[in-house]
Each structure stands twice: as structure tokens, then as C-alpha cells.
């Protein structure tokens, strides 16, 4: 076994790969970047080498740094993790150039599944399910028109080189295949360094299961059953769950071993994960099809840890240095039911837009570490770190488990519940929605289940006006009398010398002005009107942050956080947050926005589809901006002309900086 490995990423899996080495007495080194100089992972390993600047190309990406770290540090072995250097062939075979064992598949079998077209012949050959296609290497804009045409609309357009649901487009209509291929191709250059795309059939009502493979130097080869990941935003995975429901035995089975043929077509060694398309026909009937190999680790391999009770990075680290398979394929067995959630940096009401900013508040639910724990959290940030633009927009992983999918389910909703972050915006709540739908838990699944849910899925507000302002008022209380002096007259809580006292507070909830009432009554207590909800208002606190609230006949227990100017609320059932509005401070205010579009994150401007002397409609695409790996597309906030454009192709800009100027009509 190794004594020192370098572990080739940073963030949760950068932690995870060190807390399984430390575990079995391997020493570990961290490589960051500037952005990364205080991150978790470097303290969660043995020593560190700084290999750059922020970007992900200036620092992970830079094989030559981290093998020079490699070498200067004595470690034996690179551990990739998932993502950046994980599935490059010619990292893998730098590695053993220099010496050193990567913790992976051969670059060969990195080189055979990294390219989809490619892979999809292999697989053709080996007999394993394909689904109808273009997969050939002319890559003339016009033939992949044609070749979309005949195969029949809607298709899918994705980067031959591609994975993590980037560089792939769906197109419904032939009108719209040439823009959604141009589209394609740009993130595909900006995420793989090639634009080259292959174009399937869009099947219909979709499941995306995956097979977890593991193959050893002695030509062992195993599949640790299913995971079912068909809950997507973006073509991006939201939750994952294992195994899959609904899955038959023969089923498993047939998935299973088409899986090992895969792998083993190409010599496979390590963790792999064979992906397919499950169509799902009206007698019920189920038909899989290849999608696509990832070489490496997968983000949701900690729930198959949990039915399995396995370390798969053991198994990694183990396989790497020479050893057997632990387990044949008649000693592996499913226990229970596992589910994962990525808690991601984004705004789901704004298309997932991502979020960048503080983790002012960073609260989680107790946790254990591995493998079948019944809560179990993966991070690798801590309270007062930075999101930034320059990495994908996960914060953490949550995942449960239970000894069935109800018993995982409620407690992944009560997990949820627990999880409170402040400081940038998060689908923490839009997570717990769509455990609350009735497709995801009876286990109608498919991967347009968010867009089949869209009307109870966006735009929630589970606590209400009435709740959420009672709150804020309540904290604002509480936060004065800590602070309020002796001097009567110096006090803001409504005293006064004679008869009762009335105080006004202004808001601003879901965008929209509110305001609440609250009178201090002569016997001290106090009373709120909140619209047309009013009645006796009383307020206890606990440590903490946490308040019990009595109002509008009921009691709450919450927890409330004030940043800045808003309050945010938590309560067991969802959560909200409020804007205490200054009336002074916002009088006489302009409506500086007029007129004005600005980016929405920080992130480079990719293209203009509009000039100055334009006219636009509201909804219309103007610009394209990459952020977070991912393009945006800006669109017109309203009618009007377009007066200039601020910056151009290629340029850099802030969160909040004007792009154009649009003249209202």
C-alpha cells in the first residue's frame, strides 16, 4: 500500500479521498490555488503545494505543476478525484512517465470511453443497447443537420468529449438546430478544449440509470448495482438515490453484466460508471441503452457506499496498488435504500441561475462520516467561506439512509429542513420541494420530472407574509432589548410615559412592498397586525438563533438569521426571507435600473446577438455569458432600442456590471 498520495482536486472529494487515506494511514498532500489558499481540503490533508492562480486553468488543470508537487513531496500515487485531471489520458500517462501511479483507469480505457462517438462503436461492437444515432467523425454543420433530420426530432445535441451535463442541447424543432449546435460547440471548446458532437434520439419519458463498475489488475470485474440519477436540472444531476425503484432482479442483472462487458472491453481497472437511458413504455415495460462510461468516481458514489456498506475510495486505493477485488460479485449485497442531494450555490426561480457570495450562516444536521451512516454529509467549505465564480456551484452533499425508500425519503426531508445557509442563495427549499411531489415520492420518475412539477416546484413560499414579517419584528425586538440602555428615552421599544404606543414597519417580501403594525399595550404585552392576520404577538428566545413565536393563533418554533437588511427565517415546514425597508433611507429614490442590463454573476461575456440601433422585444436573447462552467443566456427585461454595448466578445466582468444600455419604447 502507498504511504503518501497526492490528491489531484479540491472542494468535498478532495476531503472525502483524505479522510479515507488518513483512515488507513496514508499521508496525504493538497494542491490549491489562490482562491483555495484557506480552503477545507488543504487543511484536511498532511502538507500542501500551491499550484497557481484562481482559474481552474491556471492552477488544477496545470498537469506539470501537480506532478512537479508530486515528485517534491516523495508522494507514491495521484488520486484525481472527479472533474479537472480525472478522465485526461495523457495525465494518467504523465503520471506513470513520472513514476508515479494514478489512482484510475488505464489511459488507454480513458482514451476508448472519453470520446462518446468512439465509445458508442466499442459498444456496439461488444453488444451492449445503443440508442439510434450519429456518431461518425464528420463533423460538417450541414450533415448534422441532415443526420438530426433523419433521425427524427427532438434529438440531442452533446460534446463528443463532454460529461457532467455540459456541451449538450436538446432540439425540438429543425429551425432551431443550427443555433443550438453553434451553442453546444462553444461550451464544449470552453469545458473539453474540442467542439466535436455526436446527435442521438431524445427518447421520451427517460430514466437515467447508471451501472457502478469496479475491475482489478488481476482481470476481476464487478457492478455494485444501481443508482437512478433521473432527477436533472440542465442535463446536471439534483438527487440521486440507490437502488433504483422499481428495478426487477433480472433487470439489475442484465444491466450488471452489460456494464462488465463495457469495462471490460476496454481493460478496465478501478471505478467506473456505465451510464444508460432507460425508456420506459406505456405497458411498463423498461428498455436500456448506452449513454456514456465515466471513467473515475462519480459526485453520487456515497450512496451506493450506503446500500453496499463499502468504502469505494478503499476499493480505489487498494485496486491502485496492486490488490484483488475485496469482494466477488456473489458476496455483494443491497441493503436498504440510499438517496443524495447536491446542495448547490444558485437560484432555481431564475433558471439555476448560479450564486456566487459568503457563507454568512453555514448550520448542518448532525452527521456521521461513511458508508451506512443514516445522515452523512460531504463539504469542503466551513462557515465564512467564499463561492466563488471561478468552480462548480456545489456546496455539499447530503445523503440518508434507511432500511427502506420512505423511511430515506422523510429523513433526507428532515435533513433538509436542518440545513440553513445564509449569504448566497441556494435550492436547499426547491430540493425539499421536490421530495414534497407526488411524482418523485411515488417513484414516477423521469428525467423532465422538474418541468412536469414546475407549477408546485417555483416561485414557493411555504411561511407567508404574516409568519415572516412577525418574525422579523420579533428578532428586532429581542435585538434591541440586548442592546438598550437604562435611560428610558434612549429606548426603541415603544415606551413611553402615558398610554399605548403604535410602531410601523416597512418590507419588502418576494418583491413586492408589505408592512406590519406592532402596539405596545399598557400591560407590556405586545400586539401585530400583518394585513388582514392580527392578534397577540409573544416572543421567547433560545440560544442561539433560535425563537419560539406565538402569533395568529399559532406557535412557531424558527430559527432566524439577520444579514444585513434581511431576515431569514427557518422554520420545520420550509423557509422564507424579509427586507426591512428604511423609509428614510429609500426616499426620493430613483429607479437607477432603467434602462440598464446588468450581469447577474461575475463571468466572461461569450457573444452579443444584438447591435447598437437594435430594436428588442421583452425575452429576447441579447447576450451569452460563462460562469461557473456553464453559459447563461441574458435575456431583454423589456421592450425597447438598443443605445450601446458596454463591453465586448471575451471580456471579464463583475456581478452587477452594465452590459447595455436599452432605450424603453
Same mark, same amino acid.
Given at each position: ?39 477545507? &481540503? ?165 430514466? &437515467? ?288 410615559? &402615558? ?86 433611507? &429609500? ?79
Amino acid at each position: 500500500m502507498f504511504d503518501k498520495i497526492l490528491i489531484a482536486n479540491r472542494g468535498e472529494i478532495a476531503c472525502r479521498v483524505a479522510a479515507t487515506a488518513r483512515r488507513m494511514a496514508i499521508r496525504t498532500v493538497a494542491v490549491y490555488s489562490d482562491a483555495d489558499a484557506h480552503a477545507s &481540503h488543504v487543511r484536511a490533508c498532511d502538507e500542501s503545494v500551491h499550484v497557481g492562480g484562481s482559474a481552474p486553468g491556471d492552477s488544477y488543470l496545470r498537469w506539470e505543476k501537480i506532478l512537479e508537487a508530486a515528485r517534491a513531496t516523495g508522494a507514491q500515487a495521484v488520486h484525481p478525484g472527479y472533474g479537472f485531471l480525472s478522465e485526461n489520458e495523457s495525465f494518467a500517462r504523465a503520471c506513470a512517465e513520472a513514476g508515479l501511479v494514478f489512482i484510475g483507469p488505464p489511459p488507454s480505457a480513458i482514451q476508448a470511453m472519453g470520446l462518446k462517438a468512439e465509445s458508442k462503436r466499442l459498444m456496439e461492437k461488444a453488444g451492449v443497447p445503443l440508442v439510434p444515432g450519429y456518431h461518425g467523425s464528420d463533423q460538417d454543420a450541414a450533415l448534422l443537420q441532415r443526420e438530426a433530420d433523419r433521425i427524427g426530432y427532438p434529438v440531442l445535441i452533446k460534446a463528443s468529449a463532454g460529461g457532467g451535463g455540459k456541451g449538450m442541447r436538446v432540439v425540438e424543432r429543425a429551425a432551431d438546430f443550427s443555433a443550438a449546435l453553434a451553442s453546444c460547440q462553444r461550451e464544449a471548446i470552453n469545458s473539453f478544449g474540442q467542439d466535436a458532437v455526436l446527435i442521438e434520439k431524445y427518447v421520451q419519458r427517460p430514466r &437515467h440509470i447508471e451501472i457502478q463498475v469496479f475491475g482489478d489488475t488481476q482481470g476481476h470485474c464487478v457492478y455494485l448495482f444501481e443508482r437512478d440519477c433521473s432527477v436533472q436540472r440542465r442535463h446536471q444531476k439534483v438527487l440521486e438515490e440507490a437502488p433504483a425503484p422499481g428495478m426487477s432482479e433480472s433487470m439489475r442483472k442484465e444491466m450488471g453484466e452489460a456494464a462488465v462487458a463495457a469495462a471490460r472491453a476496454v481493460g478496465y481497472v478501478g471505478a467506473g460508471t456505465v451510464e444508460f437511458i432507460v425508456e420506459q413504455r406505456d405497458d411498463g415495460a423498461m428498455s436500456f441503452y448506452f449513454m456514456e462510461m465515466n471513467t473515475r468516481l462519480q459526485v453520487e458514489h456515497p450512496v451506493t457506499e450506503a446500500i453496499t456498506g463499502l468504502d469505494l475510495v478503499e476499493w480505489q486505493l487498494r485496486v491502485a496498488a496492486g490488490e484483488p477485488l475485496p469482494l466477488a460479485q456473489a458476496e455483494l449485497q443491497i441493503h436498504g435504500h440510499a438517496i443524495e442531494a447536491r446542495i448547490c450555490a444558485e437560484n432555481p426561480d431564475n433558471n439555476f441561475l448560479p450564486a456566487t457570495g459568503t457563507l454568512r450562516v453555514y448550520r448542518k444536521p448532525p452527521a456521521t462520516a461513511f458508508q451506512r451512516s443514516r445522515v452523512r454529509i460531504d463539504d469542503g467549505v466551513r462557515e465564512g467561506d467564499a463561492i466563488s465564480p471561478f468552480y462548480d456551484s456545489m456546496i455539499a452533499k447530503l445523503i440518508v439512509h434507511g432500511s427502506t425508500r420512505e423511511e430515506a425519503l422523510a429523513r433526507l426531508d428532515a435533513a433538509l429542513a436542518r440545513t440553513h445557509i445564509v449569504g448566497v442563495s441556494t435550492n436547499v427549499q426547491f430540493l425539499r420541494g421536490i421530495l414534497g411531489t407526488e411524482s418523485f415520492s411515488q417513484a414516477r420518475l423521469d428525467t423532465a420530472l422538474i418541468e412536469h412539477e414546475r407549477a408546485v416546484l417555483f416561485d414557493r413560499e411555504p411561511l407567508g407574509l404574516p409568519l415572516a414579517a412577525a418574525a422579523s419584528v420579533a428578532r428586532m425586538l429581542l435585538d434591541e432589548a440586548a442592546s438598550a440602555t437604562d435611560d428610558p428615552f434612549s429606548r426603541r421599544d415603544g415606551w413611553q410615559s &402615558h398610554g399605548t404606543a403604535r410602531r410601523t414597519f416597512d418590507f419588502e417580501f418576494r418583491g413586492e412592498p408589505a408592512s406590519a403594525e406592532l402596539h405596545y399595550l399598557h400591560d407590556g404585552a405586545l400586539a401585530l397586525r400583518v394585513g388582514e392576520v392580527s392578534g397577540p404577538l409573544i416572543v421567547g428566545r433560545f440560544p442561539g438563533d433560535e425563537l419560539e413565536i406565538q402569533f395568529g393563533g399559532r406557535r412557531h418554533t424558527l430559527d432566524v438569521y439577520v444579514e444585513g437588511d434581511t431576515t431569514h427565517i427557518f422554520a420545520a415546514h420550509g423557509a422564507t426571507r424579509i427586507v426591512n425597508i428604511d423609509r428614510l433611507a &429609500h426616499a426620493g429614490e430613483a429607479d437607477a435600473e432603467a434602462g440598464r442590463l446588468t450581469a447577474p454573476m461575475p463571468g466572461k461575456v461569450v457573444s452579443f446577438s444584438v447591435k447598437a440601433g437594435d430594436a428588442v422585444t421583452r425575452g429576447q436573447a441579447l447576450a451569452v455569458m460563462e460562469a461557473m462552467k456553464m453559459e447563461h443566456t441574458i435575456a431583454a427585461p423589456a421592450d425597447g432600442v438598443v443605445e450601446e454595448l458596454l463591453y465586448a466578445a471575451g471580456d471579464q466582468v463583475a456581478e452587477g456590471a452594465e452590459l447595455l444600455r436599452i432605450a424603453n419604447e
